[in-house]
């Protein structure tokens, strides 16, 4: 089986690796330094274009980030909709929105080809240990069933949670959890630090009490607790999935002032830390407000 991975970006390289150690596959990245780099490491074949990259595979895996820009590649000045062979898996782990996968996946059906929305949650973590969660979008469970020998490569649990769209709409939902799990935190712990209770403490108690979260118990002692604050996952990302659980609600005309809250405060937060900030830097802001540091 011959796949083709498009969007080797912070968590695309790394599930790309995983593939490219399991089946002959070939990459193909916009910056195309970021390509040649990768194909050198991981011992695959790169494209010097997108169309080419798709032309003969069996399988092709985008990770780009959003929906706008697989629609983009597929029928823009790449022309990639064109390379692709009737019978091909387009299987798109960008986290998306639902709109856009369910048009993209009739204008490939028309050529047929089989499109499925394969979100991934997990992080780059995830992703280089091969234990990423993807949630299947897919009219057919036959599409699902093609799709797993590829997606098993990264991932250790893979849901059909519904038609094409599915996928993406599971994914916003939990993101914007995750979102408002990060906001609540920084406002949290920085008022706890301010009253004298030290961050470590503090949630020494709350990771074996009820208030505890992923971020809570993974995410802050691993990465702000330590001073490390590595960049995995861009804040701009994060907000742009926050938009899209959004932009679902109001179009089922649904009042949901908390989502709504965390959306507004996420958007602030990407205008004042900018495009390449981390997605836990809003802890950074709130430690600014109040004049503490979270750190143990
Ligand atoms: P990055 O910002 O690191 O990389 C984005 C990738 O998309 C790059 O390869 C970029 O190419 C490419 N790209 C963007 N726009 C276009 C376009 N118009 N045409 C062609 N290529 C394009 O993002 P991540 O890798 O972190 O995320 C990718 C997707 O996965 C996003 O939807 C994100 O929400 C999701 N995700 C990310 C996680 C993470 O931990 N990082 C976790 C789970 C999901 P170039 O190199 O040229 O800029």
């Known amino acids: ?25 070939t990459v193909w990245n916009r910056t195309a330094g970021v390509a040649d780099r990768f194909a050198a490491e991981a011992r695959c074949r ?12 069996d399988v092709v895996v985008t990770c780009l980030s959003t929906s706008a820009d697989v629609a983009e590649l597929l029928h823009g000045p790449c022309r990639v909709a064109d390379a692709l062979s009737p019978g091909t898996l387009f299987l798109d782990c960008t986290s998306g929105d639902a709109a856009t996968s369910r048009r993209l ?5 028309v050529r047929g080809v089989r499109f499925a929305d394969c979100p991934v949650s997990g992080g780059t ?51 914007v959890l995750l979102a408002s799990n990060i906001l609540s935190l920084a406002e949290a712990l920085t008022t706890m630090v301010k009253a004298g209770v030290s961050a470590r403490t503090g949630l020494e108690v709350i990771n074996a009490s009820s208030g505890r979260s992923f971020v809570s118990e993974t995410l802050i002692p691993a990465r702000v607790l330590n001073g490390t604050w590595p ?17 679902l609600a109001r179009q089922l005309h649904l009042a949901v002032p908390l989502l709504e809250q965390v959306g507004q405060l996420s958007g602030e937060a990407r205008r004042e830390l900018g495009e390449e900030a ?19």
């Open 125 to 175: 973590n995830g992703a280089e240990a091969g234990i990423l969660t993807v949630m299947v979008g897919a009219d057919d469970p036959d599409v699902v069933e093609r799709a797993r020998p590829v997606l098993e490569t990264f991932a250790k649990l893979i849901v059909h949670v519904g038609p094409v769209g599915a996928g993406d709409t599971v994914k916003a939902i939990n993101q």
């Open 105 to 109: 996946a009739a204008d490939l059906e």
């Open 46 to 57: 790169v494209a010097a274009g997108a169309a080419e990259a798709v032309r003969g595979a």
């Open 278 to 296: 981390d997605y836990l830097e809003p802890i950074r802001l709130s430690e600014r407000r109040v004049g503490v540091v979270v750190r143990g």
């Open 1 to 25: 089986m011959n796949v083709a991975f498009l969007g080797l970006g912070a968590i695309g390289r790394p599930m790309a690796a995983r593939l490219a150690a399991r089946f002959p596959t």
């Open 231 to 247: 960049k995995t996952f861009r804040l701009a990302l994060l907000d742009k999935d926050v938009g899209i659980a959004v932009g």
